[in-house]
């Protein structure tokens, strides 16, 4: 069911059948890429977590034996069910670099196998540090049935394969790939390739590798498809025709071009960048600003609710704004704010001012 807050003009349309359907990939092909501060964050925050799982492994070892005694001690039918948990996060990450072939996006492709050569050289190096006798390479990347090792390599490319194609895709997929990657832990730990220490690095060097690869080549922001804002659309109940992407863009928005039997609408498209934007900007004004409100996430559902309530409200008082025609979550997990906007937008004709033009804005 999609959440949305709704104009009259938009509540007396009749219902619009709802899409179905999954779609694998966020954004075109071509979309942009960018290097993002967020990234940043979390590559640091990864690398601490490595650090931290490090020092953990040598500071509790009694305490991780004995649970490694417990582990051994579950009863061997049981194998069946942890490799179950194990092996999909592996096929996952196959899959995701098999469908990037296939569909032609070769530069995710490279971004894989990226993550894939990086992980590898992660995991050789943080073992070589943390281990005091590391087995050779092929154990500590396949190596699911034990002795535990520092990080499981396995886990680490599972991880960093996921994380790196994760802005790529769609929301249930990312969802799932999260799920995946969780389940994988579990597994690793149940099956003694890895102890809780270990299992935790292996996730955060992954999340690390992803991290370092988004910053070298970039990530897209999961920019929509005109395609895919006009099934989302209707899934809202607005039917619209020539819809194109804008000339004019906001940070973390994707603004679009429409028609109605109405007339002309503006849709903006809240994307990942939008959050983060959000919650930076309020960390900011936290850091800098005596007494200034405790920064929040926010979901992009939450922010196009809230400026769609805002417009209303603004508009009973008498402002001059633009018209909301509904607002809310659809589709792949898209969030909208459908306007109607008030006047004739300003057309940039790249000419020069003229004498008369001049004396008419002076």
Known sequence: MASQVTSPEAAEAPPARRAVGLQIFASAEDEPRTRRS????????????????????????????????????????????????????????????????????????????????????????????????????????????????????????????????????????????????????????????ALPSGAAAAVALGLLVAAAVHLAVGSPGG???????????????????????????????????????????????????????????SLWRRLWYRGAERPTAQSRIELVEHEGLVTLLAERAGARVPLVVTAGGAGQGDALVVVRPLGDAVQATGGTLTGTDEAAVS
């Open 223 to 281: 920019w929509p498809t005109a395609s895919r804002i006009q099934l989302a659309l209707a899934d809202l109940g607005v039917e619209v025709d020539d819809l194109t992407s804008a000339s004019v863009h906001r940070e973390g928005i994707a603004l679009f071009e429409a028609t109605d039997d109405g007339g002309p609408l503006l849709v903006k498209v809240y994307g990942r960048d939008a959050g983060d934007a959000q919650y930076l900007a």
């Open 38 to 193: 967020t990234d940043v964050v979390v590559a640091v925050a990864n690398a601490s977590i490595v650090v931290i799982a490090a020092l953990t492994s040598r500071l509790l070892a009694g305490l991780e034996a004995s649970f490694a005694e417990v582990v051994a001690n579950v009863p061997g039918f049981f194998d069946t069910v942890w490799r179950l948990l194990f092996w999909p996060a592996v096929v996952w990450s196959i899959v995701l670099l098999i469908v990037a072939v296939v569909r032609g996006r070769l530069a995710l492709a490279r971004d894989l196998l990226l993550a894939v050569v990086l992980s590898v050289l992660g995991v050789a190096a943080v073992a070589a540090i943390v281990m005091e006798d590391p087995p050779g390479l092929t154990h500590l990347l396949f190596g699911s049935d034990g002795p535990p090792v520092f990080p499981p390599g396995l886990v680490v490319v599972a991880a960093a394969v996921i994380s790196t194609g994760s802005p790529h895709l769609t929301r249930p997929f990312r969802r799932l790939g999260s799920w995946l990657t969780g389940f994988q832990v579990i597994g690793a730990i149940m099956l003694g390739a």
